[in-house]
Structure formats: structure tokens, C-alpha cells
């Protein structure tokens, strides 16, 4: 069974086109993260929910909009892209309380051309 | 807010010997917990170990141990008997307990074991 997944798993568009990536978890996990993984590697934290609730939102461009419709899920929608938004975008999620790890799910590798 | 920084971008070791990657953060925080996380290329994150900053005992998981020098805040990972399947990208990850439990990463190891 997966416990965090996304999808798609690839996703190719062209600039200025509107996409989303879902992310669904099946843990019970009632916080949720969006990070963003540039070519050199870097992981950076993006977004943060808290049952549905929006906690954290690290300078990230108004062109992407984070969107809980429920505690299991969360998408991330990007509107008008850029070439600089090519990069692996990961999922995570985790039980409130710092004893707990977050898991990830296996990433959703963008490409803008 | 805390920086991460991992001065190793690559490394190689020979199977069966025994490496340490680096990490140093710097935070104002006294609460937090400190993780290290393996990226094979199938580019899945997977937790290796974990430290509490509050506990003084150094954490251990089967060849995987931590040295975590709170003062020096410094936080290196040493991977004994290195097996080929341990070639990955390492990541060491501070957790704020007052921001949302988020991860900051530090630009990550390369490690490649050779046999």
C-alpha cells in the first residue's frame, strides 16, 4: 500500500501553461508539506497544512496555490510557468507532534520547456 | 531562521570500510530535533536516523550512528560497513519545533560506495 502518493510522477508543459500535482496520503497524518527540489539538488520547504489549514508559506511566487480539500490530500496548482519552475516537487506528511517523521511521497519530477 | 550546511558535496568510500558526512547548523532555537535522509536515485526520500537535540546520547540504527555536538552544533553521520546500496544522496534536515515541525535541508552528500 502507498502511504504518500503523487501524481503524475512526470509532468512536461510548455510556459505559461496552468498545471497541478495531487498528493493524497493514506497514514491518518493530519499535517502536510510541499517541497521543492531545484536541479542542484536543494530542498526546500514550500508549503505547510495543518488539518486543511494553511501554517506555513515560505516566499513562494502567488503563482502557486496550495489547496487541502481535506485532511488526506493536497494539492499544489501553478499558474502561468516558468522555466524556473522546472524541478522535482515532493509531498510529505506527518502526525502532529515533533516525536514524529514526515514520510514523502516518491516526487513529481516537472519540466517546463 | 536556521541554516543547514553539509561542507561534503561529493564522497567515495570502498565497500565494507566505514565513512562519516559532515553537517553544521546554526539556529537560536533550543528545541528541535535533527534528521538525516538517504535519496537513492529512485529519488525517494528515506529517513536513516534521527536526534532528539534535548538528549545527550547520540542515536544509533544498526550501521548508522550520529555524532551530535549540541554545543559546536554540529552533526555528522558515520555509515559502517559500507554496502554498495548505500550510494545515495544524503541529506541532513533540522526540524523547528516552533515552525510547523517544517524540515530546512542542508545542499546534501553525494556518496558513492565503490566495491
Known amino acids: 500500500d502507498t502511504a504518500v502518493s503523487q501524481t503524475p510522477k512526470y509532468l512536461v508543459t510548455q510556459m505559461g501553461n496552468d498545471k497541478s500535482i495531487k498528493c493524497e496520503q493514506n497514514l491518518g497524518h493530519d499535517t502536510m508539506y510541499w517541497y521543492k527540489q531545484d536541479s542542484k539538488k536543494f530542498l526546500k520547504i514550500m508549503f505547510s497544512y495543518n488539518n486543511k489549514e494553511l501554517i506555513i508559506n515560505e516566499t513562494v511566487p502567488n503563482r502557486f496555490s496550495p489547496k487541502s480539500p481535506d485532511k488526506a490530500h493536497l494539492n499544489l496548482h501553478i499558474n502561468s510557468l516558468e522555466l524556473g519552475d522546472s524541478a522535482v516537487y515532493f509531498c510529505?506528511?506527518?502526525?502532529?507532534?515533533?516525536?514524529?517523521?514526515?514520510?514523502f511521497g516518491p516526487g513529481t519530477r516537472l519540466t517546463v520547456t | 531562521a536556521q541554516t543547514v550546511t553539509q561542507s561534503q558535496p561529493e564522497m567515495s568510500v570502498q565497500e565494507a570500510e566505514t565513512v562519516t558526512l559532515s553537517c553544521t547548523y546554526d539556529?537560536?532555537?533550543?528545541?528541535?530535533?535533527l534528521f538525516w535522509y538517504k535519496q537513492p536515485p529512485s529519488r525517494q526520500m528515506i529517513l536513516v536516523i534521527r536526534q532528539e537535540a534535548y538528549k545527550q546520547q547520540n542515536a544509533t540504527e544498526n550501521r548508522f550512528s550520529v555524532n551530535f555536538q549540541k554545543a559546536a552544533k554540529s552533526f555528522s553521520l558515520k555509515i559502517s560497513d559500507s554496502q554498495l546500496g548505500d550510494t545515495a544522496m544524503y541529506f541532513c534536515a533540522f526540524m523547528n519545533l516552533n515552525a510547523g515541525n517544517m524540515l530546512t535541508f542542508g545542499g546534501g552528500t553525494r556518496l558513492m560506495v565503490k566495491p
Open positions: 510529505a506528511s506527518k502526525l502532529a507532534g515533533a516525536s514524529y517523521e514526515q514520510y
Open positions: 539556529t537560536s532555537e533550543s528545541n528541535y530535533y
